[in-house]
């Protein structure tokens, strides 16, 4: 399985940015799918989930902010990120129901900065 992170980028204290994770095969829609990140000198941390069946949960930092989504049609799962933060910088990468289910990808850098 190979897993691509897209959308990161430069973005300004509470702006927004969506993030979308593809995998080779249409193999998400049928996986929990969930976002990860990891900044700069610090370990990678869970962010958000959604299962097969939809069902969302996120880590407590991003609870109100974030909101993970998935269109199985394209087989891509979703991240739109709102209220950004300067602490939300960081490599944000997708993996399946476990952090490293998959190998991982290459991941998609957020940076929030005036």
């Known amino acids: 399985v190979q897993l691509v992170e897209s959308g990161g980028g430069l973005a300004q204290p509470g702006g927004s940015l969506r993030l979308s994770c593809a995998a080779s095969?249409?193999?998400?829609?049928?996986?929990?799918v969930g976002w990860f990140r990891q900044a700069p000198g610090k370990q990678r941390e869970w962010v958000a989930t959604?299962?097969?069946?939809?069902?969302?949960t996120y880590a407590n930092f991003v609870k109100g902010r974030f909101i993970i989504s998935r269109d199985n049609a394209k087989d891509t799962v979703y991240l739109q990120m709102n209220s950004l933060k300067s602490e939300d910088t960081a490599v944000y990468y997708c993996?399946?129901?476990?952090?490293?289910?998959?190998?991982w990808g290459q991941g998609t850098q957020v940076t929030v900065a005036s």
């Open positions: 993996n399946g129901p476990g952090s490293g289910y998959w190998d």
């Open positions: 095969g249409d193999i998400l829609s049928i996986h929990d």
């Open positions: 959604i299962t097969s069946g939809a069902t969302t």
